[in-house]
Structures are given as C-alpha cells and as structure tokens.
C-alpha cells in the first residue's frame, strides 16, 4: 500500500475512537484528532489501560502454611489529550463512530461561551489504582527535584557571570585572562630554545628553517604593532627570537659560506698535534730520568 493511499484510509477515520495498542503492552482509546506520514496520532479524551500482576494472599485454615496466588489487574487512568508517537504503536482499531456533532462531547454552550460540561466544577482528579500512587514508570522524576536542579544550575551561571565580572572590571586581571596575554606567552618557548641553541655547534644548525623563522617573527613584529590595542608582550617574544635567528643565521653563513668548516678542521689538526708533541715530550722526559 503506498504511502498516499495509507494516508488517505487513516483520513477516514478521523473523530472515529479508536484502540491503540503499544509495543509494551499498554492500550490507550480517545478520538483521533489528526495524524501524520509518521503515524504520530493526536487522540482526545485518551483513557490509558494496562494489566499489572500482583500477589494476593490467601486465607488459610489454622496451622496451616499461608499460600499466595498471583491476581492480573487492569488498570485505568484518564489522559485526556495526548500525543502518541507512531514507533510505539503496535496495532490500531476503532472502539467506536465518530459522535454526530464533534463539539458534543464538550456539552452544550452557554451564553458566556463556556461549555456546560466545562462549567459544571471544579472536578476530581485521582491517580489509578484506586488511589495509588502512579507506577515510577508513568510518575517520572518529582517536581521538587526538577526545581531543586534547576535552581542549582540557575545559582551556578549567576556565580560564574559574577566571577567573570570581577575579572573584567579589574584591567589587570583583565588582561591576565585574556588571549592578548596567554598568545604570547605560549609562544615564548620558541626563543628561549633559539637562545638556547646559540651555544651548540653551528654544523647543526638548518639554513632554511633559520630564514624561515627570521621572516615569520618579522611579520609577527609587524603585527603585534598593527594591532589595536598594541601587543607589546607579543613584540618582545618576536623580537628575541628575530635577534636569536639572526645570530643563528650569521653562525651558518660564517661556518659554509665564510671558511668556519676549514678554521675548525685546521684547529682540530693544530690541536691535535700539539696532543701529540706533548705526548711525545713527556716520554722524552722519563727516559731521561731513567
């Protein structure tokens, strides 16, 4: 059956009372108000019915063991107007016609346009079975417990919204917790070890990573100038790391390009032979004591 003609079928039936039953055994009956292509059905007046079982004790004779027999139940409990999604419903049938004037079922009106079965009080309202208290499944969380939630969470963004002012009104503070001040910070570490590595070898040292973070702290000293307000914490960490890669550059050059390479080889072989003249003398020296 396609989807149109579905549609079509279910538009006959509505005012009609129908039974609907759900996928956990529930039944509920109320005229149905409208639909959708989902099957969630608006039902009015809805009277809800489940089966419970329970134990009920039965009289014994003197002396003898007391025997217990499991009792089934139906209960009943009034809705009125709901909502029933189509995933839980199971099967559909009609209880019973449409009434012949759909308004008849909210009584006749009055001249101050209430309805006399609206006007007649204030009504009774009881949980079901007979008085007891409605299944934890069907009761749901207590209203205490929802307001008493709510109210924490009310109390714990107005704390934060203070605390945040606070923060805000106080310049220092302020510009503690900002980006303006933690970007730069981060960012710190960058010079610290290009000063650190000024004192290593030069024959470690990256050519195209030296020029390349020569022009990226440049930019970032331009930027921190360009900037409104002015970042001046970011101008200093850009501008010790510029002065730190521009010693790093001139190291590089000095020992490719300026004859550092063949000035250290040179001094390495020197060195070494002066280890050698030594050892060499001191032997000389013990056999002349000998």
Request: proline share 6%; charged share 20%.
């Amino acid at each position: 059956m396609s989807a149109s003609n579905k549609q079509g079928k279910m538009a006959g039936y509505i005012n009609y009372r129908m039974r609907v039953t759900l996928n956990d055994g529930r039944q509920m009956t109320g005229q149905m108000l409208a639909f959708d292509k989902h099957m969630n059905l608006v039902l009015a007046d809805t009277e809800e019915f489940r089966r419970s079982k329970r134990k009920q004790n039965k009289p014994s004779a003197p002396g003898a063991s007391s025997s217990a027999t499991v009792v089934e139940q139906e209960e009943k409990r009034t809705l009125g107007l709901t909502i029933v999604r189509g995933a839980h419903i199971v099967s559909l049938s009609v209880e019973s016609p449409p009434p012949a004037d759909p308004s008849a079922r909210l009584g006749k009106s009055t001249g101050a346009g209430l309805t006399t079965a609206l006007a007649a009080g204030p009504g009774v309202a009881r949980p079901a079975g007979r008085g007891a208290a409605a299944p934890i499944s069907l009761a749901g969380p207590a209203a205490g417990h929802q307001r008493q939630t709510r109210s924490t969470a009310i109390k714990m963004a107005a704390f934060v919204k203070a605390v945040n002012a606070k923060i805000r009104a106080h310049p220092v503070l302020n510009y503690v917790c900002s980006t303006h001040f933690w970007g730069p910070v981060s960012n710190f570490g960058i010079p610290v070890a290009a000063v650190m590595d000024t004192q290593k070898s030069p024959d470690l040292i990256s050519g195209p990573m030296t020029g390349a973070l020569c022009i990226y702290s440049a930019t970032f000293m331009r930027y921190a100038l360009a900037v409104t307000p002015q970042n001046y914490l970011l101008f200093l960490c850009h501008f010790v790391n510029e002065g730190a890669q521009l010693t790093q550059g001139y190291r590089y050059l000095q020992w490719t390009r300026w004859g550092g390479k063949e000035q250290a080889s040179l001094s390495g072989a020197v060195e070494a032979g002066k280890g050698k003249v030594g050892e060499i003398e001191g032997k000389l020296k013990e056999l002349a004591k000998k």
